[in-house]
C-alpha cells in the first residue's frame, strides 16, 4: 500500500544505501527484483579522470535520489552538500548526516538540527539521521523536515534496534515518518522495527556486504512487508501465563 | 599555485579547459571555485587563477 513522504506517494517502506556494493551495475537489478522507490547516493570529490564512473547512470530515473550528506563534519558542510546534491540530481531530498566522530559514527544532533533547519527554508525535503532523542526529534518536526531517521545502533554493527526504548516514544509522539536507519543486520531486525510502528526502514550493510545483495533486499522487503502489515493489523501483548490454543475442555479420559 | 581537489596545478585557462585538459567526464559533475558551486554555464568564462581553490565533486555509492 502506498504512503505519503516527501511530498511524495511511494510503495517501498524500504530504503536502500548504495554504499559498499560490490558493483554499481547491480543497483537497477536490487530496485526492479524489490521494487525499491528511493535509494541514498552520496557527494564526493572525484579521481583523476572521473574512473570511478558515475553511480547516477546506474540509477533507473524513476527511482527518488536521497543525498546524503556524510563525510560533513558540522551543519555548514551539510548545507554545501546538500547545495551540490540538488544542482547534480535536481532531487530536493537529503538525508542530513552529520558525523564528527569516526570511531561510532554517531549524528551530532545539535549541528543537525542547524542544518535542517536552514535546507527547510531553502526548500528541501529534509530527512535528518539522529541519535534517537525524543526532544530532538520534536525539534526537527517543528522546524518541518520531512521525517526523522534515528539510528537503531551504529553504521554498519548490525546489532539491531539496540535503541528499542529510545525509538518507541519517537514512534508514538512524532507525527512526521520515522524511519530507523543504520545497523540493522537481519530481515527480523527490519520486521521488528516495522512492528514497532516505524514508517520505512533505510539498509545498506546488510545487504550491500552480504553474498548476494539482490536477493538479500527481497529477504529485507519481505520482512519491512511483513512488519508493516503487522503493525497495521495490530500486534498482540505479550502475556506472563501461557493461554491455550486449543480447547481446555472434552478432553479424553485419562489412562 | 591553484589547487585542484588538493593537488597543485599551473594552469592557465579557464575551469572548462581545465576539465579538457584533466580528461575529467564533464557529465554529472560540480565545480567548486573556492567553495562556492561555480554553474556550468559560466565553466567556460571563468578563467582560473592563482590562489583559486578547485573541487571537482560527483556522485558515489553511500547509505
Known amino acids: 500500500m502506498s504512503f505519503l513522504i516527501g511530498g511524495k506517494e511511494i510503495n517501498s517502506r524500504l530504503f536502500i544505501g548504495t554504499g ?27 579521481g583523476k579522470g572521473n574512473t570511478w564512473g558515475n553511480i547516477i547512470d546506474y540509477i533507473p530515473k524513476e527511482t527518488i535520489l536521497m543525498i546524503n550528506t556524510s563525510g560533513a563534519r558540522d551543519y555548514k558542510e551539510a548545507v554545501k552538500i546538500a ?36 535546507l527547510v527554508k531553502e526548500g528541501f525535503k529534509v530527512f535528518p539521521y539522529i541519535t534517537p532523542d525524543l526532544i530532538v526529534a520534536k525539534k526537527l518536526e ?8 534515528p539510528l537503531g545502533s551504529p553504521i554498519g554493527t548490525n546489532k539491531g534496534i539496540a535503541a528499542k526504548e529510545l525509538i518507541k516514544p519517537i514512534i508514538k509522539e512524532i507525527k512526521v515518518p520515522v524511519i530507523i536507519d543504520a545497523g540493522l543486520g537481519r530481515p527480523s531486525h ?22 548476494d545483495p539482490i536477493k538479500m533486499t527481497k529477504a529485507f522487503k519481505m520482512a519491512v512487508d511483513a512488519g508493516r502489515s ?8 505479550e502475556k506472563d ?9 472434552g478432553f479424553l479420559r485419562g489412562v | ?21 584533466e580528461g575529467i567526464n564533464k557529465e554529472n559533475i560540480v565545480v567548486l571555485v573556492n567553495s ?13 587563477k592563482k590562489e583559486d581553490y578547485i573541487e571537482v565533486v560527483s556522485f558515489v555509492g553511500g547509505g
Do not use: H
Open chain 1, 20 to 46: 559498499k556494493l560490490p558493483s554499481y551495475e547491480m543497483i537497477k537489478s536490487i530496485i526492479e527484483y524489490s521494487q525499491i522507490d528511493v535509494v541514498t547516493v552520496a557527494v564526493r570529490r572525484i
Open chain 1, 83 to 118: 547545495q551540490i546534491g540538488r544542482e547534480l540530481t535536481k532531487s530536493d531530498w537529503i538525508k542530513v548526516e552529520i558525523e564528527a566522530d569516526t570511531k561510532y559514527l554517531l549524528p551530532d544532533n545539535e549541528e543537525t538540527i542547524k542544518a535542517s533547519e536552514i
Open chain 1, 142 to 149: 517543528s522546524i518541518g523536515v520531512s521525517a526523522v531517521m
Open chain 1, 190 to 211: 527490519a520486521a521488528e522495527a516495522m512492528e514497532m510502528g516505524a514508517d520505512a526502514c533505510l539498509i545498506n550493510t546488510a545487504i550491500a556486504t552480504s553474498n
Open chain 1, 230 to 237: 503487522a503493525y497495521e493489523i495490530g500486534v498482540l501483548q
Open chain 1, 241 to 249: 501465563y501461557a493461554d491455550a490454543s486449543s480447547p481446555l475442555t
Open chain 2, 1 to 21: 599555485m591553484a589547487l585542484l581537489n588538493d593537488e597543485k596545478i599551473d594552469f592557465e585557462g579557464t575551469v572548462l579547459e581545465l576539465l579538457e585538459k
Open chain 2, 36 to 48: 562556492e558551486i561555480l554553474k556550468r554555464e559560466l565553466w567556460s568564462e571563468r578563467k582560473i
